[in-house]
Each structure stands twice: as structure tokens, then as C-alpha cells.
């Protein structure tokens, strides 16, 4: 099975800064099948980016996605207050489906 | 609007059985697969298993199989989970979810539930 490892695991920034979040997969995800997610705390998550690089219906573009391969990178250009939350990145390439463990956003 | 609402959560004892059920609505239900995510307190995302539109091909993680099962009701537009033998390691919340394809292989999860919480204790 694909493990993927993010980082950091706690990001601390103030609104308006740049968030830069990592996954990295311990083998190649296949044509870059890769998701990222937003939850907030005591919510379901939310589909953010698809693709590696495709944002879904609604996300803002201050979100972003880039990577192939084995390195995937989320960036978020500038932070609102409703961003600070946990992040999850998926692949969906291979099975089994797998998420790494997140990385929290959280105020500075 | 997609809407996704699990039940059949709540407290059991190890080695006993419960079934979570799914009603969906807002799409065309048997135009996409459907998967099961579950989250542990304090933890992060684990897939669980995943079922095709039409149900023909379903899937599951090493830690479930033998053990869960999922299946769906496309004319009623419903998603379920029966989980046996349940141990401590099931405690989780349990999320309905679209997959964004009729087939599970290179899809991804576009919606979820709100989840619906299973403790398996004592």
C-alpha cells in the first residue's frame, strides 16, 4: 500500500500569510490520483483539490495544488480566518485508498 | 444538492454486530460508487470499503474484511454497512461518501455525511 507522510504536522501562521502543506508517497501515485481535504473541527471533510492540481466545484483559488509522481504540494496564497483548520491528503490511484495523517493550520 | 445521511451508529459490545445505513440524495444515485470512510477520536482518515454504481464490485481494507459488509439499494438510494465481530479498534465516526465515478478505480470522494459515531465497548 501507498503511505503518505505530511508535513509539517502543525503549521502556525496569521491570516493573510502563505501556508505551504506537503505530502510525500512512499511510491509513485498513478497519473497523479491525488485529493486534498479541509475539516474543521467536529465537521466532515471537504474535497479541496482533485487531481493533484484541479480544484472542485466552489474552492476558492486561493488554494492550489502542484506535484507529481511522489510530491504533492497544497498552498493556500493567503490565509482567511475560515482556513485554519486540519488537512488530509489522499491517493486514489492504487488500492488500497489511503490518506496521510494531516497537517493543522492553526493560528499564530 | 448532494445530501448524505447516515444512522445506525451508537454503543456496542466487542464482538457484536450493527448495521449503518446511508439515505442519500440530491443525484442520481446508481451513476456513482459509494465508499465508507471511518475517523477514530482524535485520529486521522481510514477508508473502509467501497461499492460500484450497480453494486457488481465492492472493496474493503485489510482491517475490515471477513468482517464488514457493504451493499446498496439503488431504488431506494441507500448505502449500508453491516459490521460483525466488532472490536475496540472500530470505535470511530463512520462517513457516508460519493465517489465521483460509477467505478471505484481512479475516482475520488466528492461528498460526505456528517458521520455517524460507533463505540464498541464494554
Known amino acids: 500500500e501507498i503511505v503518505l507522510t505530511q508535513s509539517p504536522g502543525t503549521l502556525s501562521l496569521s491570516p493573510g500569510e502563505r501556508a505551504t502543506l506537503s505530502c510525500r508517497a512512499s511510491?509513485?501515485?498513478?497519473?497523479?490520483?491525488l485529493a486534498w481535504y479541509q475539516q474543521e473541527p467536529g465537521q466532515a471533510p471537504r474535497l479541496l483539490i482533485y487531481?493533484?492540481?484541479s480544484r472542485a466545484t466552489g474552492i476558492p483559488d486561493r488554494f492550489s495544488g502542484s506535484g507529481s509522481e511522489t510530491d504533492f504540494t497544497l498552498t493556500i496564497s493567503r490565509l482567511e480566518p475560515e482556513d485554519f483548520a486540519m488537512y488530509y491528503c489522499?491517493?486514489?490511484?492504487?488500492?488500497?485508498?489511503?490518506f496521510g495523517q494531516g497537517t493543522k493550520v492553526e493560528i499564530k | 444538492e448532494v445530501q448524505l445521511l447516515e444512522s445506525g451508529g451508537g454503543l456496542v459490545q466487542p464482538g457484536g454486530s450493527l448495521r449503518l445505513s446511508c439515505a442519500a440524495s440530491?443525484?442520481?444515485?446508481?451513476?456513482?460508487?459509494m465508499t465508507w470512510v471511518r475517523q477514530a477520536p482524535g485520529k486521522g482518515l481510514e477508508w473502509v470499503s467501497s461499492?460500484?454504481?450497480?453494486?457488481?464490485?465492492?472493496y474493503y481494507a485489510d482491517s475490515v474484511k471477513g468482517r464488514f459488509a457493504i451493499s446498496r439499494d439503488n431504488p431506494k438510494n441507500m448505502l449500508y454497512l453491516q459490521m460483525n465481530s466488532l472490536r475496540a479498534e472500530d470505535t470511530a465516526v463512520y462517513y457516508c461518501?460519493?465517489?465521483?465515478?460509477?467505478?471505484?478505480?481512479?475516482?475520488?470522494?466528492?461528498?460526505w455525511g456528517q458521520g455517524t459515531l460507533v463505540t464498541v465497548s464494554s
Open positions: 461518501a460519493k465517489v465521483s465515478r460509477k467505478v471505484v478505480v481512479a475516482a475520488t470522494i466528492d461528498h
Open positions: 440530491g443525484f442520481t444515485f446508481n451513476n456513482y460508487a
Open positions: 461499492i460500484s454504481g450497480f453494486g457488481g464490485s465492492t
Open positions: 511510491q509513485s501515485v498513478s497519473s497523479s490520483y
Open positions: 487531481g493533484a492540481s
Open positions: 489522499q491517493q486514489y490511484g492504487s488500492s488500497p485508498w489511503t
